[in-house]
């Protein structure tokens, strides 16, 4: 554990996709928040099963949120966790969670007081509604991700991932202009789309050869985004303002 980086000085505040603070919910945040959290790549942040625990945001880095199925102990990964998404909510609200989260790659997250949070739709209600609204933006996005599963095809699931993902990074500022950083191996993206890697590296040899996207070195490149979103029917993520704890 660090001490928590000031939120004056958070490098995701100033970000068109995140709502501005007033005066008052700025030193409120700031009380929320304990310390700071590094991790390692691979390192377990929740676990399954894990009663209580704390309430995060992800302040730097990737993770995966996933669970365990079947006596085989497979792995779903439910979503990729970006920067200035919650952690540990399931829990904080409920008193358990049944999924696990790993950091993807080196990680950094704000440690923060849970039992403040009540606090916030009694002192701020404004703001507690606007964190009220993306739990449902959240709720909806994973509505739509099983209609991808169940419906679409392989070619059609990762088309749509791929422009998801390069949109909520874009969001925050992580894409250049047609690429960004993509720490996710085929087995990552097997176990989110419910495919094998077998399946997962021929549909990313068809993008390449149609130069649609291609993911080379640790990067995303979209090269034909209206080709992928036409296949997919992907129409984009919920535009903001969201809430930074």
Known sequence: MHEAVPCTACWLRPRAYFRPLGEAEAR???EMKSAQLTVAARAKVIEAGEVGG???TL???WAIRYRMLGETRRRQILDVVLPGDFVGLEAHILGL??????ALTPASL???RGRRLSEL???HPDWGLSLLRWIVEDQRRDDVWRSVLGRLDAAERMAYLLLEIFDRLEQRGMAAEQSCRFPLSGQHLADMLGLSRAHVSRVLADFAQRRWARIESGTLLIEARAALARLAGYQGVAPGPRVLL
Do not use: A, K, P, R
């Open 28 to 30: 409120f945040i700031q």
């Open 54 to 56: 704390s309430l995060y």
């Open 59 to 61: 302040y730097d880095g």
């Open 97 to 102: 969670t049944e999924h696990s989260v790993q």
């Open 110 to 112: 704000c440690v923060l």
């Open 121 to 123: 739709f009694e002192q």
